[in-house]
Every structure is written in structure tokens, then in C-alpha cells.
């Protein structure tokens, strides 16, 4: 039996011409469960997982998931058992983190535009902090929590102004950007935060983009974040806990970003020369704890090759992998079974989905040799795909299955018509 990695997915391979995912068949899995159907390998996950937990083995250190990259029940769960907490941006997530037994105490709370009922229930159920992304949240956030006679723990979101060298719909961190406040009113915000009443002061965060594949911009935000924390601290107000975000990339299309133990080695060597390696630290990984742990498998349906362009139309499309819609962004696409042929029966082809949008296409150009009835694996796809998945065109949402070595689980069943239309009233 010959064994083809795919590179950056240690737990996807090719084993005499079938693609697995640990050691489910991803052939089988489609035709047992249909498609698209999104297939994840929970080895991937805990893997990691692992390389950010050896990164601060020994330090103070809370690893808070970005659920948001995946918030599947499962996936939480899974991640809530190996001791991860979670930095979520809604109060469904909240609700989501309790389903899956998660707890509150390990919950931080991200967004711009966090509700006065979001903010009550996080308070009422004691989540751990709340990343505060404006002056003005401060003031109706303090009011909430003395309304309900209690303290909200507070971070300031704080924009340090580095290029993460990522797509602009992905940077968060540069100025001009929506998210957190500007360097020049850190202090200023700190200082309000510390007079407010319902307010505790408890951390620093900072988050600045997605799909970051160097250090340097890591090593810039750190730096300029350490600055701030001896400004606010010289004026009075101690900070416990500092928090870098999330944002460190994935192998999509041969990009290298750094491992995570690699990257927190330098930054802890970084954080220790200047003096806080003893502060408590957290981080909110996000796609690197899912993305290439998962794939989408996907059925051809038609080959329409044209003068100009060969198309594949297959059963997936935008509102199951809305990522290239959106950013434009490349996932790999890859046959579940090679067949041996020679390469004059490869053509560039157009993969795209059967929405009705021009935007609604999964990959340019990709040289594959495909016949209808043929699956292909939608590479990449275990963050920002599921979870940003739509019912545009009244398509179902996809089913999901978790692989544990030789053991498949259906984690999420494949929604019907009627459960679409279940919310929904006829006139009288
Ligand atoms: C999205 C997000 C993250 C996670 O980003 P990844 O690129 O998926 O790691 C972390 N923190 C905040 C505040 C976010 O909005």
C-alpha cells in the first residue's frame, strides 16, 4: 500500500489511489452520506491544538478558541475536553459553548457590537472577560453590569497599527479599521475604564488579522502592545492577563506559515527579555486550530466544456464554501479517487457550484481529469466554511462527519427543506 500526504494535512492522504481521512475512506463516507458533506479528522484538531499547548508548556497560559472558525457542536465539545476556552462574538455562541459543555468561566467575549442583552447574559452566566472594542461600550457595559448589581471583567481592544500582510478583508489591525481602539487613545480608554463603577480592569488584547503566514507582524504587535502595558500600568491600573488574538495562517496554496510552537517560542523569547514572561497569557487560534482539518467532498454533475473556458459544475457552491465568493481565496481541489490516466485527459477547468451568481465558483483553472459522477475533496474547508455556510438559493447546509481513526460520527445531520422553512408563517 503506497501512502500520499498531502502537504500541511498530516491526517489526509492518498492510500492506493483513495483519499482518507485518518483511516475513513472519503469515497465510502460520500456515497454513504451524501454530498457535499464536510469530513474532519479530530487527530488534526488535537494535533493543532497540541503544537500551541507545547508552545506554552510551563507559562501561565489560556488557549481560547475563536469558535467562530467552526462552531459545530461537536467541534467545541472536542475542543471544551482538551482544555480549551473560547473567545466568542454573539450571544449565540455563548449559547453554543454550553451546549457543547463548555463553561462559561472559560468564555471571552470579542465584537464591535455587543448587545446590552448579550452583555447580561455573559454577566449573569460569569463568563471570564470582556474584549471591549470601543469607548463607548465601556460606558453602556458599565451600566449593564451595575443595573445588575455586578462587575464586568474588562480587556481593551487595542489596534497596535501593524500590516499582518494578509488580505484587507481579513487585517484588523491597521488603523481605518473597525475593530479596536487606536494606540493614541489606549491609555485615555484605560484610565475611563478604571473610573467606571460596574468596570474591573483585567487585560490588554489585541487581534490583527487572519491567514497570517510570518512572524514579524506578531513580533511588531507584541512589541507595541508591551509598550502599552508599562504606560498603563505606570499610570496606576495593573493589567493581569495580556492577549494576543488569534490569526496565524494555514498551508491553502503552498503558503508557510510558521508551526505554533515554533512562533511562541520567538514571542515568548521575545515577551521574557522584556520582563513579562510571567504574565498571564492568552490567545484566540481560530483557523489554525480547524482548517485543514477538514475537507468538502463534492459530487460532479456536469462538464460543460466551452471556446473559452471547460466548466465542472459540482454539488457544492457558495453557500457551503462561501470563502472564495468572499475573499476571493483559493482552496485546493483534489480527486477522492485518482484514476491512472495520462495527461492529455486533464483540461483546466472552472470548478463552480450550481448557485445562481457568477461569483458562485470554488476554484479557477484547476487541471483535473473528472467525469460526472466523479468526487472531488474540497481542500482547507474546516474553518470559515461550515460555519459561515447560508441556505442562499434554499439550499440545505451540508451534513458534517467527525473521523476518530477507524470510527466515523455524523455531527450534524443534513438540513431539509422543512427545516428551513420551519421559522417561517404563511398569511392568513
Ligand atoms: C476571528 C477572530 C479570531 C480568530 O482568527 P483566526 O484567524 O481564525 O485565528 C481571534 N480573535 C478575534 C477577536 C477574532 O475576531
Request: proline share 4%.
Amino acid at each position: 500500500m503506497t501512502a500520499v500526504l498531502l502537504p500541511g494535512r498530516p491526517h489526509i492522504a492518498y492510500r492506493d489511489n483513495e483519499l482518507f481521512v485518518e483511516q475513513a475512506a472519503l469515497g465510502a463516507l460520500a456515497r454513504e452520506h451524501g454530498t457535499p458533506l464536510f469530513v474532519y479528522s479530530r487527530a488534526s484538531m488535537l494535533s493543532a491544538l497540541a503544537a500551541y499547548q507545547r508552545g506554552f508548556a510551563g507559562r501561565r497560559a489560556r488557549i481560547c478558541y475563536a469558535m467562530k472558525a467552526n462552531s459545530s457542536l461537536a467541534v467545541l465539545q472536542l475542543f471544551a475536553r482538551a482544555g480549551c476556552g473560547f473567545d466568542i462574538v454573539s450571544g449565540g455562541e455563548l449559547d453554543r459553548v454550553l451546549a457543547a459543555g463548555g463553561k462559561a468561566g472559560d468564555v471571552i467575549f470579542s465584537g464591535v457590537g455587543k448587545t446590552r442583552a448579550e452583555m447580561r447574559r455573559a454577566l449573569e452566566l460569569g463568563i471570564a472577560c470582556f474584549n471591549v472594542e470601543s469607548e463607548a461600550e465601556l460606558e453602556v457595559l458599565s451600566e449593564v453590569a451595575m443595573a445588575l448589581g455586578r462587575t464586568a471583567p474588562v480587556s481593551i481592544r487595542v489596534n497596535p497599527d501593524v500590516d499582518p500582510k494578509t488580505h484587507p478583508y481579513i487585517s484588523t489591525g491597521l488603523k481605518g479599521n473597525k475593530f479596536g481602539i487606536s494606540q493614541e487613545r489606549t491609555l485615555e480608554a484605560y484610565r475611563r475604564a478604571a473610573a467606571l463603577p460596574g468596570l474591573k480592569v483585567v487585560g490588554i488584547d489585541c487581534h490583527i488579522g487572519s491567514q497570517i503566514t510570518e512572524d514579524g507582524p506578531y513580533l511588531d504587535a507584541m512589541d507595541r502592545i508591551l509598550d502599552l502595558v508599562e504606560a498603563i500600568e505606570a499610570h496606576g491600573i495593573p493589567l493581569q492577563h495580556i492577549d494576543f488574538g488569534g490569526g496565524l495562517g494555514i498551508a491553502y496554496n503552498g503558503d508557510e506559515p510558521p508551526a505554533a510552537d515554533a512562533l511562541w517560542a520567538r514571542l515568548l523569547q521575545k515577551l521574557d527579555a522584556r520582563g513579562f514572561g510571567d504574565r498571564e497569557l492568552l490567545i484566540e487560534p481560530g483557523r489554525s486550530l480547524v482548517g485543514n482539518a477538514g475537507v468538502c467532498v463534492t459530487e460532479v454533475l456536469y462538464l460543460k466544456p466551452g471556446e473559452n473556458k471547460n466548466f465542472c459544475i459540482v454539488d457544492a457552491a457558495m453557500n457551503d464554501l462561501p470563502r472564495p465568493a468572499m475573499y476571493q481565496a483559493f482552496h485546493g481541489i483534489v480527486p477522492v479517487t485518482v484514476t491512472v490516466v495520462n495527461d492529455c485527459d486533464k483540461r483546466s477547468w472552472e470548478v463552480v457550484g450550481p448557485v445562481c451568481e457568477s461569483g458562485d465558483w470554488i476554484g479557477h483553472e484547476r487541471e483535473l481529469s473528472v467525469k460526472s459522477g466523479d468526487f472531488l475533496a474540497v481542500l482547507s474547508a474546516g474553518a470559515y466554511c461550515m460555519s459561515m455556510a447560508s441556505n442562499y438559493n434554499t439550499r440545505g447546509r451540508a451534513a458534517e462527519v467527525l473521523v476518530d481513526g477507524a470510527r466515523t460520527h455524523v455531527i450534524r445531520e443534513r438540513e431539509k427543506s422543512a427545516d428551513q422553512m420551519r421559522m417561517e408563517k404563511l398569511l392568513p
